[in-house]
């Protein structure tokens, strides 16, 4: 505008007089612009963007807008900080990075579905050995354990053999009761995928004939669960003799 009204200085008056006016809103933007940056205020920023829609600063506006929020949000790095980071700038140039942050934080921060899933799971193995239901326990592990019962790389067989050997020829009746303390850890596995690492207190109570055998037993149970719900590993340690 300015090269325009210093080139045509015989131009209709009224014209000139639109132009000068134009000019002067657009100078007047560009020294609100000045010092909104000069003043490094998000909140200023954001109120510049709202107030002057118009303003052909508006985009320069809104991108110093995403990269500040977006360096907040690199300080916190928390779920909640990054979900709002795209709900404020669903298009915003680290949006991708904000999703890739939030599945990563999933991988390894546990649900509640999931604890349930878990606890779910312990509950039916230690139901079946209790009523020796060999095909409920071996529904609930996997193909091929990292570790069961001291035992490196147990398969199904390993742990049907459990089953047999632990109900002695004296026992009348078997009933291990799970203890709600669980810890429960989520840890990223293969192909995107999470496992679980369990740890929990189990009580086995047992009737015999033989009275001089024992009828108590409390354990300690470290185990692992895989990303498709199958106890992957499962180790008891003694913790109370009868």
């Known amino acids: 505008i300015e090269q325009y009204l210093n080139e045509h200085k015989d131009e209709n008056p009224e014209h000139r007089d639109s132009l000068q006016a134009r000019l002067a809103v657009i100078q007047e933007m560009d020294k609100e612009w000045t010092d909104v940056l000069v003043s490094g205020s998000r909140d200023q920023i954001e109120h510049y963007a709202k ?24 300080k ?6 990054f979900a709002l980071y795209v709900k404020l700038h669903p298009n915003g140039r680290f949006v991708n990075d904000a999703q890739a942050a939030i599945d990563a934080i999933k991988m390894t921060q546990l649900q509640p579905e999931e604890t349930k ?34 035992q490196a790389s147990a398969g199904k067989a390993d742990v049907a053999t459990f089953l047999k050997k632990i109900y002695k020829s004296d026992i009348t009746n078997m009933n291990w009761h799970i203890i709600d303390d669980y810890k429960i850890e989520k840890k990223a596995g293969t192909k995107g995928a ?7 207190t189990a009580e086995q109570n047992i009737s015999r004939t033989d009275a001089t055998q024992p009828t ?27």
Not at 123 to 147: C, I, P, W, Y
Not at 216 to 226: D, E, G, L, M, P
């Open 51 to 74: 107030t002057l829609p118009d303003s052909p600063h508006k985009a320069e506006a809104m991108d110093k807008l995403d990269s500040m929020d977006f360096a907040h949000v690199m």
């Open 76 to 81: 916190d790095k928390t779920m909640d900080a």
């Open 117 to 150: 899933m878990v606890k779910a799971l312990f509950k039916k193995f230690f139901q079946s050995v209790n009523s020796r239901n060999e095909g409920g326990m071996l529904a609930t592990v996997a193909d091929q354990l990292t570790s069961f019962l001291g």
């Open 194 to 200: 999470a496992d679980f690492v369990v740890q929990f």
């Open 216 to 242: 108590y037993n409390r354990y300690q149970i470290s185990a692992t669960v895989s990303s498709d719900g199958k106890i992957s590993g499962l180790n008891m340690k003694r913790m109370t003799n009868p």
